[in-house]
């Protein structure tokens, strides 16, 4: 699975770590994530992630 970067604060979405402490389990893939989920550091919507080089 990649690993997605938000473009304003560089967090690094992880899909085999998740997001637990939003509710997001470990093994989500980005795409899976719901349409209202935001970076956990910045609060930036899912549209400003980018998949990791």
Known sequence: MEIYVCGACG???DPEKGD?????????????????????LCGMA???FEVKE
Not at 20 to 40: K, V
């Open 11 to 13: 967090y690094e979405y």
């Open 20 to 40: 637990p402490e939003n509710g997001i389990e470990p093994g989500t893939p980005f795409a899976d994530l719901p349409d209202d989920w935001e970076c956990p």
């Open 46 to 48: 899912k549209d400003v």
